[in-house]
C-alpha cells in the first residue's frame, strides 16, 4: 500500500512509510551509516510514531529515509523540567541521490510531524566528522548542546544537537 505524497522535491516524493517497505530502509541504512538496528526495532518505530517515519521516493523506489520517537523525559534545553520530545534516529539518503535537498526535505516534514505530536523539543545525535549534516542541521536551527565521547562503537563522539519547536 503506497501513501500518498506528503511533498515533492524535484521528481522525489516525501511520504509516510509502509511496513512493507522496512526491508528497503533496512538496506538503505546498512549501505550509507556504520550504525544499524535490529529489524524489530524499525517496527517498533514505525507503530509508535508513523507520521514521524518518513520516505524520499524515486520513479517508486526508496532513496531515503528519516526515522523518528517521541520521548518523555527531562528537558535537553530547559534544564531539568519535565517534557515531551522528538529523537531524530536516523536519517539517511543513498549517496546517487544527495545534493538535491532531500535530507533537508524529510527533516522539515518530520519536524511538522514532531509539532503536530506536541512536542517541545528535537533531540539528535551526529557523528562530529559529519560536517554536511551539521551545516544541514544548523540551517534547519538545530544548537549543539553537548558532545558525546566516544558515542558511537568505533569509538568517533558525538554531538548532540537540539532545537526548540514553537507551536
Not at 21 to 47: A, G, K
Not at 138 to 154: E, I, P
Request: glycine share 8%; charged share 25%.
Amino acid at each position: 500500500m503506497l501513501q500518498e505524497a506528503i511533498r515533492h522535491v524535484g521528481r522525489y516524493a516525501i511520504r509516510r512509510c509502509t511496513p512493507e517497505e522496512i526491508p528497503q530502509v533496512i538496506r538503505i541504512n546498512e549501505e550509507t551509516l556504520p550504525e544499524h538496528y535490529s529489524d524489530p526495532f524499525y517496527y517498533d518505530l514505525l507503530e509508535g510514531f508513523p507520521e514521524g517515519f518518513l520516505l524520499a521516493e524515486l520513479d517508486g523506489k526508496v532513496v531515503g529515509y528519516m526515522m523518528n520517537r517521541i520521548e518523555f523525559g527531562f528537558s535537553n534545553i530547559r534544564g531539568f523540567s519535565l517534557t515531551k520530545k522528538a529523537h531524530v534516529v536516523s536519517v539517511a539518503v543513498l549517496a546517487e541521490h544527495r545534493r538535491h535537498g532531500l535530507g533537508e526535505a524529510l527533516m522539515e516534514e518530520g519536524l511538522k510531524a514532531m509539532k503536530a505530536r506536541g512536542c517541545s523539543e528535537c533531540f539528535l545525535e551526529v557523528r562530529v566528522s559529519n560536517a554536511p549534516a551539521i551545516a544541514m542541521y544548523r540551517k534547519l536551527g538545530f544548537v549543539v548542546g553537548q558532545r558525546l565521547y566516544a558515542y558511537y562503537r568505533d569509538g568517533e563522539d558525538a554531538f548532540m544537537m537540539t532545537k526548540e519547536l514553537q507551536a
